[in-house]
């Protein structure tokens, strides 16, 4: 059993367009994020939700937007794609947040490589 | 200046050869974690320690948070052990080192 799967693992779409990734998580844990991995393999967070609230919410264009139905998942929206939001995005979930005494370990989904053209 | 910086950032080994992989961090944290990328992409939890040290099979991590530094180090490395390890210190939110990408030659 997967624990926190997320599709599509590939993405390829065309500048203006909307899109959606899924993320769902098995583990009965609180807290789910998104991150993004750009071409340098550098990993920076973008949302964080517990408990279907949202806790963290870094510097990211409004054009993204996070939907969390319940706790379970953590779908990323994203409007009027633009070239520079061609990346890896990484959906992950731990049971406690990172300010909880540094947290819990993190498990992450497989990614997903959006490439926009 | 990145919060958190990892050391060095490129490795190659040889098969055998004893790793160190250094991790320091700026930001005041209770626990720090040690995460493994595979080639295909995915990304593992290694380790979460906020003193002392954590040992499994091969691999040690080590913390001194009065020093703000960690290391990794993977005894009698082998060639599935390359991966992009990466460093992340939860704040408010985490934040990552830039990775180390180990390459072990047989």
């Known amino acids: 059993d997967t624990a926190v799967s997320q599709t599509p693992k590939y993405l390829v779409t065309q500048m203006g367009n909307d899109k959606s990734i899924k993320c769902e998580q098995n583990?009965?844990?609180?807290?789910m994020y998104w991150y993004k991995q750009d071409s340098k393999k550098f990993l920076k967070i973008m949302f964080s939700?517990?408990?279907?609230?949202?806790?963290i919410n870094e510097t990211v264009p409004n054009r993204f937007s996070p939907k969390s139905p319940d706790k379970a998942h953590l779908n990323l929206h994203i409007n009027s794609l633009e070239l520079g939001d061609s990346a890896v995005y990484f959906c992950?979930?731990?049971?406690?947040?990172?300010?909880?005494?540094?947290?819990?370990?993190?498990?992450f989904g497989n990614g997903t490589r959006l490439t926009v053209t | 200046k990145n919060e958190v910086e990892q050391s060095p950032q490129n490795l190659t080994a040889q098969e055998g050869e004893f790793i160190t992989i250094n991790c320091s961090y700026s930001?005041?944290?209770?626990?720090l974690h040690w995460l493994q990328q595979h080639p295909g992409g995915g990304i593992v939890s290694l380790f979460m320690?906020?003193?002392g040290k954590k040992k499994h099979g091969r691999l040690i991590a080590t913390i001194n948070i009065q020093e703000k530094h960690s290391s990794l180090h993977i005894t009698a490395s082998h060639p599935r052990d390359s991966a992009v390890y990466i460093c992340?210190?939860?704040?408010?939110?985490?934040?990552f080192g830039a990775g180390t990408r180990l390459t072990v030659k047989p």
């Open positions: 992950a979930s731990s049971q406690l947040t990172g300010r909880v005494n540094g947290g819990s370990p993190l498990h």
């Open positions: 583990l009965g844990h609180d807290t």
């Open positions: 939700y517990n408990n279907k609230e949202l806790i």
């Open positions: 930001v005041g944290i209770s626990a």
């Open positions: 320690l906020s003193s």
């Open positions: 992340a210190a939860p704040n408010n939110d985490m934040r």
